[in-house]
């Protein structure tokens, strides 16, 4: 296990790059596998999800190879096999083997995810969309059974019960093979699945719909990669870099972003008072004046992310007044709050809601990342306050930032990973 120790108190400058969006590498990796043929991504961010998802690939005889950030993949030898459990267990997005290996082999044996522990995260709405398509699916010792029929999947009419971003792109996954048509309603929005319909059909699928809630999709006989597949920038890291930089930056220009993947993040940062030049693909953040407190409510996309609700939270500290934040995706995603208060901040938690009071005055202490977004949580806090603040469990960060220690190097910051 490591740490990361912070010597905070510093004002950052210069400028950082947004690395390839974690949330599309993830399911993008798990979906090459049902090209024919050689598959090349651009812009894959370095994270350990990256590297679980190629020990998975490696598991099935699919070979990858990753150079800065290009990431060849190989599917072209691939075997079948069961993935009960091992690296599947490391991270959420190795659910995605499920509708890969389905609309590839039409079986997969996938044990249940692991990933962030944020309060329950069901799969029932994935499983229904399974079965919608003529799957069987059964539950045997925590590992997901799926089988599609003799003539294999058909398409069908799928309305799922919540938007939900992994039930979405799973069907996504099972259908862009299965005989017929597939229509999703209530489907999610997310940037990341447009992506990810971009490189389907770019490999022969016929996804239409993808950013709106009605996605429909025409099961193809074949589908073989010819391009490269850049990745779009990651929203959420940028929104990281962006609290940061209006937290305890003097002046940060945050480059590689799509700013209208960010709307409700950068409403929500204009209406506390933060001053920005925001650009094509760059936004310019200026040293923080006195900030306004708000109030926060995560919402599916283009609502305020819950993925976003923590590396704000210390920003809102600066903030005069009282705040709330709402999180009605993952209500219990509160476990940042204690160790926040171990920090000198004044915020609490009262039935799912927190509630926050102008408390920038935080004083270095012992902390633990419970996951990857409250990890970011206590970057930042610990960036703004005074002493050392030293970060376990940062493996929940590295999961999922982009040379994350490198970066912050490059804005100025007193950072390191030492062993526990
Ligand atoms: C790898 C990845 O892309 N992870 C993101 C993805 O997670 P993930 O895809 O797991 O999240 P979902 O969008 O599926 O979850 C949204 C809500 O629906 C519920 N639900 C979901 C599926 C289901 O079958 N049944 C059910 O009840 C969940 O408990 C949650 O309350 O979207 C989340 C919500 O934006 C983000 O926080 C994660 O960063
Ligand atoms: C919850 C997250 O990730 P995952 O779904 O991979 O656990 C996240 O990225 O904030």
Do not use: W
């Amino acid at each position: 296990m490591k740490k990361m120790r912070i010597r905070g108190g510093k004002k950052l400058s210069g400028e950082v790059v947004i690395g390839g969006a974690k949330n599309s590498t993830v399911a993008l990796i798990p979906a090459s596998i049902l090209s024919e043929t050689p598959v090349t991504l651009d812009s894959v961010p370095r994270i350990s999800d990256v590297n679980n998802l190629m020990d998975i690939l490696s598991d099935m005889n699919v070979t990858t190879d990753l150079k800065g950030s290009v990431l060849k993949i190989d599917p072209t030898h691939i075997v079948s096999k069961p993935l009960p459990n091992g690296k599947i267990k490391s991270l959420r997005a190795s659910y995605y083997f499920m509708g890969a290996l389905l609309g590839r082999f039409g079986r997969a044996v996938v044990g249940l995810p692991g990933g962030d522990d944020i309060g329950p995260r069901p799969i029932d709405q994935h499983i229904k969309g399974f079965q919608a398509l003529g799957a069987r699916v059964t539950n045997e010792h925590g590992a997901m059974y799926i089988q599609a029929p003799d003539e294999g999947l058909h398409g069908a009419r799928i309305f799922l019960d919540m938007v939900s971003v992994g039930a979405t792109i799973n069907v996504i996954l099972a259908a862009v093979r299965a005989h017929g048509k597939t229509t999703i309603e209530n489907a999610a929005k997310e940037p990341e699945i447009i992506d990810l319909a971009t490189f389907l059909n770019n490999m022969g699928a016929n996804i239409r719909g993808a950013g709106t809630d009605v996605i429909r999709i025409e099961g193809a006989e074949h589908l073989q990669a010819h391009n490269v597949h850049t990745i779009i920038p990651d929203r959420i890291e940028a929104g990281t870099y962006l609290s940061m930089a209006a937290a305890v930056g003097d002046g940060i220009n945050v480059k590689n972003i799509i700013s209208e993947h960010l709307d409700a993040f950068l409403a929500k940062l204009e209406e506390m008072g933060v001053q920005m030049d925001v650009k094509d693909d760059s936004i310019f953040v200026y040293p923080s004046g006195d900030l306004k407190m708000v109030q926060v409510k995560t919402a599916p996309y283009p609502g305020f992310a819950t993925d976003l609700q923590q590396p704000i939270t210390p920003l809102m500290l600066k903030g005069q007044g009282e705040g709330i934040i709402v999180d009605t995706i993952y209500p219990k995603r509160t476990r940042h709050i204690p160790e926040l208060t171990r920090m000198g901040a004044d915020i609490t938690v009262q039935n799912d809601v927190i509630i926050l009071h102008h408390s920038d005055q935080l004083q270095g202490a012992e902390v633990t990342a419970g996951e990857i977004r409250g990890g970011a949580c206590l970057m930042i806090a610990g960036l703004m306050a005074s002493g050392i603040t030293t970060i376990s469990q940062v493996e929940n960060i590295l999961r999922g930032y982009d040379r994350v220690v490198d970066k912050l190097h490059g804005l100025g910051a007193d950072v390191e990973i030492i062993d526990e």
